[in-house]
């Protein structure tokens, strides 16, 4: 891990009401290119991911003077901004189930305060990272957790980063 003096963490953010907004391939592609600037910007390590099709789990760790917060913030902001500009393109219906009735915002497409969960030992470390490769074989989308696209589990099974953004978790 880094040397910044924050912990790894699990992450999970929602989308809206469990909602599958995250089921659109253009949507995970966001999520993606969204990580993917995060970590070319030295802001985030990231260990291992999944985006399932209404949530997503990182294990992450904020590089240099970056906080957990404004990464999550900064994350969160722009996917909900990028989904937001695909869907009024592509599926104003779809946009329309994201529609609330709030003082700071017409959409919403993650639900408040994400879970964040420090990760002080290894052993914590390894079961969450075990949990969210688990997760899309658990909830039928594939056979085995190196099948899923959309997670590291097969960076983990073969050391090949298809995405250019994971460091494996023991450096």
Request: hydrophobic fraction near 40%; aromatic fraction near 16%; include cysteine.
């Amino acid at each position: 891990m880094n040397t910044t003096s924050y912990p790894a963490s699990f992450f999970t953010a929602t989308n809206l009401n469990w909602k599958p907004l995250l089921a659109w391939d253009t949507h995970k592609q966001i999520v993606m290119d969204s990580l993917l600037f995060l970590h070319k910007d030295h802001r985030i390590v990231l260990f291992a991911f999944v985006i399932m099709p209404n949530h997503l789990h990182f294990i992450w760790q904020p590089y240099g003077i970056h906080t957990p917060k404004q990464n999550q913030h900064n994350f969160l902001k722009y996917t909900a901004q990028q989904i937001k500009f695909h869907l009024i393109k592509y599926s104003r219906a779809a946009l329309a189930e994201y529609k609330v009735d709030a003082a700071d915002r017409e959409y919403q497409f993650w639900e408040r305060n994400p879970l964040s969960i420090e990760l002080y030992s290894e052993k914590v470390l390894l079961q969450k990272l075990h949990y969210l490769h688990r997760n899309p074989v658990k909830a039928g989308l594939c056979r085995y957790p190196e099948e899923y696209r959309y997670s590291s589990a097969s960076f983990y099974e073969t050391g090949i980063d298809d995405w250019g953004l994971l460091t494996h978790y023991l450096g």
